[in-house]
Every structure is written in C-alpha cells, then in structure tokens.
T-cell receptor, first 115, second 113 residues
Framework: NAGVTQTPKFRILKIGQSMTLQCTQD?????MYWYRQDPGMGLKLIYY???????DKGEVPNGYNVSRSTTEDFPLRLELAAPSQTSVYFC??????????????FGPGTRLTVL | RKEVEQDPGPFNVPEGATVAFNCTYS??????FFWYRQDCRKEPKLLMS???SGNEDGRFTAQLNRASQYISLLIRDSKLSDSATYLC??????????????FGRGTQLTVWP
C-alpha cells in the first residue's frame, strides 16, 4: 500500500490564483481530513469527510473548498490564493474499525507559498 | 482557552537523559489521547496511544490523569534519534460531530551527543 499520497510537494502561487491540492489513499478509509500547519503551530483542521459524498467544515474552512466523489480521493481547492494561506497542508485518513481505529495516517504534505 | 496546550520547549538534553513532556486539555468529554511524533519537515506519525491505566512502549511511558485533564510522555535513556517535535493529540466528540483530533503546538526535543 502507498498509504496517503499528496501532490504537489511544493507550489508557489501568486495572489488571486487558484489551485487544487490532491490527496489519495489506498487503505479504503472512510474518514479523510485536511489540515494546515503554520510554523511553530499545531495542526488546524480545514475540512473533513466521513465518506464519499459527505464533507464538513473544520476550524479554519474559509478560503477553501473540498469534494469527495470517491472513497480514495479528497482534493482541496483554493479559489483565490492569499498570503495568509501560505502554510504546509497535510491530508490524513483514518479507519473506522480495527486495531488502528482512531489513528490518523498522514500524507507527506504540500508546502504552499502565496506571494 | 486552547483545546490542547503543551510547553513548546525547546528541550535540549544529552544522550541517556530522561525527559518528560506535559500536556493539558480543556474538554472533560475528550475520549482518546495520543502522542504523535513529527520530524523536521515531515508528516506527523503516531508514537503511542495513551490509556487511563498508563502504558509503556520500550523507553516511552505515557500517562493520563482524567481528573486533572493532563497527559504526560516520559522518554528514558534518550537517543539522538529521539530528536523531533512531540505532538499531544486529543480526540473530542462534540454534539453531533464525530470525533476529531485536536493537536497541541508540539514540544521540540533535541538530544545532543
């Protein structure tokens, strides 16, 4: 299993541009999450999904959108990039049963800079 | 008040030292507790879950005090490879919201030779 994969690894955007951060997991997890981590800070939840077709806002959803059309994919969309969105973005997934229940598995992150 | 608070450090200790990290959480209805480890410029990875009775995994011991809403992580015989940021994580269920993880800012540990 590849686990959770994210693309791209790095990106520089200009103010006002848009982009989609991709996230895919091959563990058949129903729960998926998007976090952002600013320097020296903890992870903040942006959006999450409990299954295909179901998404909900986290703590810091403004400026972002998500969709979940399949179990595997959970893309995060930035419509009008702003410097405040400069951060490291982590996607994670979680099983809903089994020994690893409650453990979140993270992707390697996308480092985004908005100039 | 933040949901999860921990001392950011940094903690700088020599190899072989014992070091302890503390964490407090605000919601008494919190259900599950974890320590994650995050290496520089990498993703967080689960180090260990924390159980009410306390639990040990090799050189690492985690303890939970529900009455005081306090979690601790003890590392004995520190190794250079233990250098990382340690994240205190709490799973909270609020209303109809399914459990979400709330992360502390992390405590940075550097072990020197």
């Amino acid at each position: 299993n590849a686990g959770v994969t994210q693309t791209p690894k790095f990106r520089i955007l200009k103010i006002g541009q848009s982009m989609t951060l991709q996230c895919t997991q091959d563990m058949n997890h129903n729960y998926m999450y998007w976090y952002r981590q600013d320097p020296g800070m903890g992870l903040k939840l942006i959006y999450y999904s409990v299954g295909a077709g179901i998404t909900d806002k986290g703590e810091v959803p403004n400026g972002y959108n998500v969709s979940r059309s399949t179990t595997e994919d959970f893309p995060l969309r930035l419509e009008l990039a702003a410097p405040s969105q400069t951060s490291v973005y982590f996607c994670a997934s979680r099983p809903t049963s089994g020994i690893a229940y409650n453990e979140q598995f993270f992707g390697p992150g996308t480092r985004l800079t908005v100039l | 008040r933040k949901e999860v608070e921990q001392d950011p450090g940094p903690f700088n200790v020599p190899e072989g030292a014992t070091v302890a990290f503390n964490c407090t959480y605000s919601n008494s209805a919190s259900q599950s507790f974890f320590w994650y480890r995050q290496d520089c410029r990498k993703e967080p990875k689960l180090l260990m879950s924390v159980y009410s009775s306390g639990n040990e995994d090799g050189r690492f011991t985690a303890q939970l005090n529900r009455a005081s809403q306090y979690i601790s992580l003890l590392i004995r015989d520190s190794k250079l490879s233990d250098s990382a940021t340690y994240l205190c994580v709490v799973n909270m269920v609020r209303g109809s919201t399914l459990g979400r993880l709330y992360f502390g800012r992390g405590t940075q540990l550097t072990v020197w030779p």
